[in-house]
């Protein structure tokens, strides 16, 4: 039996893509630094991000200075930006998504958060309109560990009260997430509800033959009734 629904934030609850983005190339293009360059750089403070070992604007300050590029003004102007471009992303929660965090609380059933995200990112998400309903939130940037580590799975349970058998996992299948929560002993649901707003070279994970997939929001409902 289904005691708990565990979902992904990103292209699982709310979209990346619904409106305005704000990628490493339009931070590059702002500061008007060849992109593949700015990239490298970038990508390299990621873990450092994600697991939070720095701030937003310490990653940035980081990059820029490995760049040659650093300066308090550059710094906040990417860092405004981005949280602007969050800010956004959170003001269109689909009502799907809040009609459907509704129904799992009605039914009695508890709902985890595990995300991979930065100090902006948690930030954004605990003054969002999901965050109320959540009885867990495993923010990466606060619990020093990511997807696909068990240890942030693990967490979640625990904070939970359930058993790995017991959780439905929904994501969209970024970081190897299903494919850890499986090798928990989680039932999976590939969220593809999202799929056509992504673009090249953004896409966070194609279509995966592994898992079961839900179109609409409605069909985390029915995988729990099987």
């Known amino acids: 039996m289904t005691k708990a629904v565990i979902f992904d934030m990103f292209e699982t609850l709310v979209s990346m893509f619904s409106g305005d983005t704000y990628f490493s190339e339009d931070m ?28 937003i604007e310490e990653g940035i300050k980081t990059t820029l200075e490995m760049l040659g590029a650093y300066s308090e003004k550059s710094v906040k102007l990417l860092a405004d930006k981005r949280r602007k471009t969050l800010e956004g992303i959170f ?22 958060l595990i ?8 930030e954004v998400i605990r003054k969002s309109s999901i965050f109320p309903y959540l009885d867990a939130a495993m923010l990466s940037y606060e619990q020093g560990t990511c997807k696909p580590e068990h240890e942030i799975y693990e967490k979640a349970m ?20 299903l494919f850890a929560a ?20 953004h896409v966070p994970c194609y279509k995966l033959d592994d898992f079961e997939h839900a179109y609409t929001q409605d069909d985390v409902l029915k995988m729990m009734e099987k």
């Not at 995300?115 to 948690?122: I, K, M, Q, R």
């Not at 625990?158 to 997430?177: F, N, Q």
């Not at 002993?185 to 992504?198: E, H, N, R, T, V």
């Open 28 to 55: 590059a293009a702002d500061l008007k630094i060849e992109v593949d360059t700015f990239k490298n750089a970038w990508h390299s403070t990621e873990h450092d991000r994600s697991c939070g070992n720095c701030t």
């Open 91 to 112: 003001e269109r929660t689909p009502a799907e998504t809040i009609v459907l965090l509704k129904e799992l609380k009605r039914r009695g059933i508890k709902i985890g």
């Open 115 to 122: 995300s991979n995200c930065y100090s902006d990112e948690a």
């Open 158 to 177: 625990e904070k939970l009260g359930v058993t790995a058998e017991e959780c439905l996992y929904v994501g969209d299948g970024g970081s190897k997430e």
């Open 182 to 201: 499986r090798d928990l002993g989680m039932k999976c649901l590939q969220a593809q509800y999202f799929a056509d707003l992504a673009f090249e070279p």
